[in-house]
């Protein structure tokens, strides 16, 4: 901003300098618009100078106009943008729309214009194009314009050297230099480069051997001193070209300014002395230094500030002020780029500070969080890349708020920074401290190899704090997460660590624990099947199949187990060991044991709608079973139904659900009998049962495990233990179902037992309902039925 002002106060002086304004018209440049709106076939072509107000026509042909406000002038557009403005259509640039000079009737479609530099290089005006039509303008027509600006440019120049003083450099060189140097200050990254350039440029211009270009600074004190930007080796041993070559001449610091240097700064003005050894404004120079004999000085101003002093010495014949004065536009643009310099340095500054206080914490001077994340981020590339181990720990510290509760915020903050610099010092350099909030750190370690690394952090965090006579005594727990072995990315990374953090809490503080893998692993696959199977219930991708419970002395159909099935999008029909695992939260269980529930219920109703008299069994989850909802919700969904379809519901119950409150499992047994349903004890055998307990459930039936009866043939204690569950079971009263009957021999031996009822691939897998009662209908009692062939569960 405050560039740009200097720049316009330099560019106004230039302007003034030229005392073209001020001109009466001038031929030489109407010939030159005359031709412009000739050759372009325009309304009008202007050449206009624009002053701090006003916009002033120095030549105008086609229009008649003299002066224009600024804020009208398209010129100061093509001015400010230093390039050829074109606009096609006025009308529609919204820089314009609003403009009167087009909004008037008849008013001003189209604009070209083409800057015009004054010889020492500022914009001072343009060369214009007006129309009262929108209208193409093609890279040749720009060309030209541009050719013709050039004109004006020469016919200035022409004016300046007419004007130029007797002693004086080259005006034509001069700008040539001045050219130069702005566009080397605009290419070059280097500043120092360029003022290098610069003064070389400018030795030879005005043939002298020695120069210097110096900034003028100031010590905090007020004191001014010169730092130099560029000047001449004169080194005449050693330690002096040493001191040069340190700083390459850039950055040396002249302090004495009793002299000619100082002279220049003082007098605001040109200082010649073309014999330096008898002048007594000369300080003397240091033993051994080069002679001196003539002398120029020149102040470098912007605007009415001195910002630094040219000093060029020993020109054969010496300087005059006539001399010096013909350089003023080198130095002000000298000052410009010093200035623009400044301005650079101090952008640069403010946007250091304000980067630190966005990235690092002020208390700890860690990086923050959001630092921590880039340095994170940055970090797992690298490991990545390089096949790097990571690990990233999350400290909190045990016992942080009782510091501060007891002792205040201030040694609150001070443990903190203690703590920030203790962690620092411990880990290796490329390893990262951070802190991402109250009494919470990151660490991230490379390649740790041994666990004693992290043992070490916790047993720093340990060690008391000596603070203001006090010692205080905290400690630090720890969650670590390690890369890649975690592929995860940098958020999950640090929630990992985070997880471990509250482990090792819940294992006693002042530990570290490793954040679990495996576990973590299992439990994200669960989530995701628990996702897909809540979304899969919506979309009637589960299903209940149904495998016959048949009586085995006569084969006739009783009923059938339901029995649940998915068909996963992807995976294809997937058995219940595939996805019940996942169900382990009561929610989840209930959800899933009401759809059975209820599926079962329309099934039954179709059985009674059929006129088919079959049982249906059904799974009930412990869980859901002892849940306070389950009668509840049972009562509900059984209301509508007949008695028929209650009558032949069947809830088959594992022991354990009577595990741990066999009074509670009892009475939820009772209540659901009173609504008709009967109930099953199934996979009988696997459990813990005693005699006593058995007697105490009132089930009506139970389901011998088919781990027991598939062995049964070849393993004589499984035949026996069988055996002796059917003798119980008809002791007591109860019918029982062998389940797991695989063949027609099995079958056989189980009625030489007495047993009731089967279950089992020998008779059908389980399948569809319509499959499962197509199947029934054909099975003929003591034929053995045709293999159904359509869907079904897949041979084991
Ligand atoms: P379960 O209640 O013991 O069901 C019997 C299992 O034995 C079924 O496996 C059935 O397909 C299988 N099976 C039947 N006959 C034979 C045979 O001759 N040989 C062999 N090798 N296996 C036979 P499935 O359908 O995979 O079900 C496994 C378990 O999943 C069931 O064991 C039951 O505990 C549970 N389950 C099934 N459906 C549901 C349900 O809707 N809700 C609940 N909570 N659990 C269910
Ligand atoms: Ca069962
Ligand atoms: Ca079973």
């Given at each position: 901003m405050s560039q740009s002002r200097n720049y316009e106060a330099l560019r106004l002086n230039a302007l003034y300098e030229m005392e073209i304004l001020g001109s009466p018209v001038e031929?030489?440049?109407?010939?030159?618009?005359?031709?412009?709106k000739l050759h372009f076939g325009v309304e009008a072509a202007l050449l206009n100078f624009i002053d701090e107000h006003r916009l002033w026509c120095k030549s105008c042909c086609g229009a008649d106009v003299e002066d224009i406000d600024r804020r009208w002038a398209f010129c100061d557009h093509t001015i400010r943008q230093d390039d050829a403005l074109v606009v096609n259509d006025l009308s529609t640039d919204l820089r314009f729309a609003d403009n009167p000079l087009v909004t008037a009737d008849p008013g001003i479609r189209f604009y070209a214009g083409y800057p015009i530099r004054e010889p020492t290089g500022f914009k001072v005006g343009a060369?214009?194009?007006?129309?009262?039509?929108?209208?193409?303008?093609?890279?040749?027509?720009?060309?030209?314009?541009?050719?013709?600006?050039?004109?004006?440019?020469?016919?200035?120049?022409?004016?300046?050297?007419?004007?130029?003083?007797?002693?004086?450099?080259?005006?034509?060189?001069?700008?040539?230099?001045?050219?130069?140097?702005?566009?080397i200050f605009l290419t070059t990254e280097s500043d120092r480069a360029a003022f290098t350039v610069l003064l070389e440029d400018l030795?030879?211009?005005?043939?002298?051997?020695?120069?210097?270009?110096?900034?003028?600074?100031?010590?905090?004190?007020?004191?001014?001193?010169?730092?130099?930007?560029?000047?001449?080796?004169?080194?005449?041993?050693?330690?002096?070209?040493?001191?040069?070559?340190?700083?390459?001449?850039?950055?040396?610091?002249?302090?004495?300014?009793?002299?000619?240097?100082?002279?220049?700064i003082l007098s605001s003005g040109v200082v010649v002395s073309n014999d330096l050894g008898a002048d007594p404004r000369s300080g003397g120079t240091p033993e051994?230094?080069?002679?001196?004999?003539?002398?120029?000085?020149?102040?470098?101003?912007?605007?009415?500030?001195?910002?630094?002093?040219?000093?060029?010495?020993?020109?054969?014949?010496?300087?005059?002020?006539?001399?010096?004065?013909?350089?003023?536009?080198?130095?002000?643009?000298?000052?410009?780029?010093?200035?623009?310099?400044?301005?650079?340095?101090e952008r640069a500054q403010t946007r250091a500070v304000i980067e630190h206080a966005a990235n690092y914490d002020s208390l700890t001077e860690l990086p923050n969080r959001r630092l921590l994340n880039d340095l994170l981020d940055r970090a797992l590339q690298e490991a990545e890349c390089l096949g790097h181990q990571l690990s990233i720990c999350f400290i909190d510290l045990d016992g942080f708020k009782e510091v501060n509760d007891r002792y205040g915020h201030t040694v609150g903050d001070a443990v903190l920074a203690h703590i920030g610099r203790r962690l620092g010092r411990l880990v290796r350099?490329?390893?990262?401290?951070?802190?991402?909030?109250?009494?919470?750190?990151?660490?991230?370690?490379?390649?740790?190899?041994?666990?004693?690394?992290?043992?070490?952090?916790?047993?720093?965090?340990?060690?008391?704090?000596?603070?203001?006579?006090?010692?205080?005594?905290?400690?630090?727990?720890?969650?670590?997460?390690?890369?890649?072995?975690?592929?995860?990315?940098?958020?999950?990374?640090?929630?990992?660590?985070?997880?471990?953090m509250y482990a090792a809490k819940e294992a006693g503080r002042n530990c570290y624990v490793i954040f679990d893998l495996a576990m973590h692993h299992s439990r994200q696959e669960r989530l995701q099947i628990l996702d897909e199977l809540r979304a899969g219930l919506k979309t009637q991708q589960l299903e209940l199949f149904l495998q016959p419970k048949v009586q085995l002395c006569n084969r006739k159909v009783e009923g059938f187990e339901a029995l649940i099935r998915w068909h996963h999008p992807l995976r294809g029909l997937l058995t219940p060991d595939q996805f019940l695992p996942a169900l382990d939260t009561l929610e989840d269980e209930t959800w899933l044991g009401e759809y059975v529930l209820g599926q079962a219920i329309i099934i039954l109703q179709t059985f009674e709608a059929q006129g088919l008299d079959y049982c249906l069994s059904i799974n009930i989850s412990p869980r859901h079973f002892l849940s306070d909802s389950f009668v509840v919700t049972l009562t509900k969904q059984l209301t509508p139904c007949s008695n028929r379809v209650r009558r032949n519901l069947i809830l088959e119950i594992v022991e354990s659900t009577a595990i741990d409150d066999l009074c509670r499992a009892v009475n939820i047994i009772e209540d659901v009998k009173k609504l008709g349903v009967s109930f099953s004890l199934d996979d009988f055998g696997t459990g813990f049962s005693s005699l006593s307990y058995f007697r105490k459930l009132p089930v009506e039936e139970i389901k011998i495990d088919r781990t027991f009866v598939t062995d049964m043939l070849s393993t004589i204690e499984d035949r026996r233990l069988v055996s002796s569950i059917i003798n119980m079971a008809q002791g007591?009263?109860?019918?029982?179902?062998?389940?797991?009957?695989?063949?027609?021999?099995?079958?056989?031996?189980?009625?030489?037992?007495?047993?009731?009822?089967?279950q089992g691939y020998h008779y059908m897998k389980p399948a569809p309902v319509e499959v499962a009662l197509e199947w029934a209908r054909t099975w003929h009692a003591g034929k053995r039925p045709e293999p159904p062939a359509q869907r079904f569960d897949q041979p084991v």
């Amino acid at each position: 901003m405050s560039q740009s002002r200097n720049y316009e106060a330099l560019r106004l002086n230039a302007l003034y300098e030229m005392e073209i304004l001020g001109s009466p018209v001038e031929p030489r440049f109407d010939r030159i618009t005359r031709l412009a709106k000739l050759h372009f076939g325009v309304e009008a072509a202007l050449l206009n100078f624009i002053d701090e107000h006003r916009l002033w026509c120095k030549s105008c042909c086609g229009a008649d106009v003299e002066d224009i406000d600024r804020r009208w002038a398209f010129c100061d557009h093509t001015i400010r943008q230093d390039d050829a403005l074109v606009v096609n259509d006025l009308s529609t640039d919204l820089r314009f729309a609003d403009n009167p000079l087009v909004t008037a009737d008849p008013g001003i479609r189209f604009y070209a214009g083409y800057p015009i530099r004054e010889p020492t290089g500022f914009k001072v005006g343009a060369l214009c194009l007006l129309h009262d039509e929108p209208r193409p303008f093609s890279p040749e027509e720009l060309d030209a314009l541009k050719l013709m600006a050039e004109m004006v440019e020469r016919e200035l120049e022409s004016d300046r050297r007419l004007r130029a003083p007797e002693d004086g450099v080259d005006v034509a060189s001069l700008s040539q230099t001045i050219a130069r140097a702005q566009n080397i200050f605009l290419t070059t990254e280097s500043d120092r480069a360029a003022f290098t350039v610069l003064l070389e440029d400018l030795l030879k211009l005005t043939e002298s051997p020695f120069g210097l270009i110096g900034e003028l600074k100031h010590q905090p004190d007020g004191r001014p001193f010169l730092r130099m930007r560029a000047i001449t080796n004169l080194a005449w041993n050693k330690e002096t070209d040493d001191r040069y070559r340190q700083n390459d001449g850039d950055g040396m610091i002249f302090e004495d300014l009793d002299n000619l240097l100082g002279q220049t700064i003082l007098s605001s003005g040109v200082v010649v002395s073309n014999d330096l050894g008898a002048d007594p404004r000369s300080g003397g120079t240091p033993e051994g230094h080069p002679p001196l004999r003539t002398y120029l000085g020149m102040p470098v101003v912007v605007g009415t500030d001195i910002v630094g002093i040219i000093g060029l010495a020993n020109r054969a014949g010496g300087y005059s002020e006539a001399f010096g004065r013909s350089l003023e536009p080198l130095c002000r643009t000298v000052g410009v780029l010093m200035e623009r310099q400044r301005l650079h340095l101090e952008r640069a500054q403010t946007r250091a500070v304000i980067e630190h206080a966005a990235n690092y914490d002020s208390l700890t001077e860690l990086p923050n969080r959001r630092l921590l994340n880039d340095l994170l981020d940055r970090a797992l590339q690298e490991a990545e890349c390089l096949g790097h181990q990571l690990s990233i720990c999350f400290i909190d510290l045990d016992g942080f708020k009782e510091v501060n509760d007891r002792y205040g915020h201030t040694v609150g903050d001070a443990v903190l920074a203690h703590i920030g610099r203790r962690l620092g010092r411990l880990v290796r350099e490329g390893d990262i401290i951070a802190r991402l909030s109250g009494d919470e750190f990151i660490a991230v370690l490379r390649n740790v190899e041994s666990d004693r690394v992290y043992q070490r952090l916790v047993d720093a965090l340990a060690r008391p704090i000596s603070h203001e006579g006090r010692l205080l005594r905290l400690s630090g727990s720890m969650g670590v997460t390690r890369f890649p072995q975690d592929h995860s990315d940098r958020d999950i990374l640090i929630r990992h660590a985070d997880q471990a953090m509250y482990a090792a809490k819940e294992a006693g503080r002042n530990c570290y624990v490793i954040f679990d893998l495996a576990m973590h692993h299992s439990r994200q696959e669960r989530l995701q099947i628990l996702d897909e199977l809540r979304a899969g219930l919506k979309t009637q991708q589960l299903e209940l199949f149904l495998q016959p419970k048949v009586q085995l002395c006569n084969r006739k159909v009783e009923g059938f187990e339901a029995l649940i099935r998915w068909h996963h999008p992807l995976r294809g029909l997937l058995t219940p060991d595939q996805f019940l695992p996942a169900l382990d939260t009561l929610e989840d269980e209930t959800w899933l044991g009401e759809y059975v529930l209820g599926q079962a219920i329309i099934i039954l109703q179709t059985f009674e709608a059929q006129g088919l008299d079959y049982c249906l069994s059904i799974n009930i989850s412990p869980r859901h079973f002892l849940s306070d909802s389950f009668v509840v919700t049972l009562t509900k969904q059984l209301t509508p139904c007949s008695n028929r379809v209650r009558r032949n519901l069947i809830l088959e119950i594992v022991e354990s659900t009577a595990i741990d409150d066999l009074c509670r499992a009892v009475n939820i047994i009772e209540d659901v009998k009173k609504l008709g349903v009967s109930f099953s004890l199934d996979d009988f055998g696997t459990g813990f049962s005693s005699l006593s307990y058995f007697r105490k459930l009132p089930v009506e039936e139970i389901k011998i495990d088919r781990t027991f009866v598939t062995d049964m043939l070849s393993t004589i204690e499984d035949r026996r233990l069988v055996s002796s569950i059917i003798n119980m079971a008809q002791g007591f009263g109860r019918r029982v179902v062998a389940e797991g009957i695989e063949s027609e021999e099995l079958a056989a031996d189980l009625i030489c037992l007495g047993c009731d009822l089967g279950q089992g691939y020998h008779y059908m897998k389980p399948a569809p309902v319509e499959v499962a009662l197509e199947w029934a209908r054909t099975w003929h009692a003591g034929k053995r039925p045709e293999p159904p062939a359509q869907r079904f569960d897949q041979p084991v």
